[in-house]
């Protein structure tokens, strides 16, 4: 089973819909939580950081975090079509670490 | 908005020759670290540098790879015989403790 799952998409939706991006994970040890947007070719740049069960929200993004469950989630309200990217979950803080596991990114295309 | 930033852009070399990507990290963080995507692929866990050593290494950060934080601001990471796959998009993050990484544009390496 891999550390971290992720649907790879593409995920095609209208603009102005939510959309939800999902992540599961095995290693129940992990506590810190990040979603990044990756342009082509560029660097992931980080949406959502979290450390705890819940959500937390910064704008148009919710982040969704469920330990028991071992899923995480982010939501996207009224989506645009630059929105339009890779969205790649992460975790880290098993304890004595914090490297990131990565997942392989949804590819997200908002048709405008 | 204070930035990693990543030198060279890209970078095309040749089988068997020693490359240095460069990176300035955030200036108040500590932690600093390396990864790496393969096109295509996921983001991938090299290494993590903090207080002037190694903290974390993965299986892929063999004796060809090595770091140095030659001064105050730069860090860098050497390949000393680059191989063709090598090939890939290099990031370097760096992080205050117990935070989000935050990433440069990464360098983009051809292995001819």
């Known amino acids: 089973q891999k550390e971290v799952e992720q649907d790879p998409g593409p995920l095609s939706v209208p603009e102005g819909a939510i959309v939800s991006l999902n992540c599961t994970y095995s290693?129940?040890?992990?506590?810190?939580f990040m979603w990044y947007r990756q342009y082509s070719r560029k660097g992931p740049e980080l949406l959502m950081y979290t450390y705890s069960s819940g959500n937390k929200e910064d704008g148009r993004f919710t982040a969704q975090v469920d330990k028991s469950s071992k899923y995480i989630s982010l939501f996207i309200r009224d989506s645009q079509p630059s929105d339009s990217a890779t969205y790649l979950c992460a975790m880290t803080g098993i304890s004595g670490t914090y490297k990131y596991i990565f997942g392989t990114g949804t590819r997200l295309k908002v048709l405008a | 908005e204070p930035e990693v930033t990543q030198t060279p852009s890209h970078q095309v070399t040749q089988m068997g020759q020693e490359v240095i990507l460069r990176c300035v990290p955030i200036s108040n963080h500590l932690y600093f670290y390396w990864y790496r995507q393969i096109l295509g692929q996921k983001v991938e866990f090299l290494v993590s540098f903090y207080n002037n050593e190694i903290s974390e290494k993965s299986e892929i950060f063999d004796d060809q790879f090595s770091v140095e934080r030659p001064d105050g601001s730069n860090f860098t990471l050497k390949i000393r015989s680059t191989k063709l796959e090598d090939s890939a998009m290099y990031f370097c993050a760096s992080s205050a403790m117990n935070t989000e990484a935050f990433f440069g544009q990464g360098t983009r390496l051809t292995v001819v």
């Open positions: 290693n129940s040890a992990f506590q810190y």
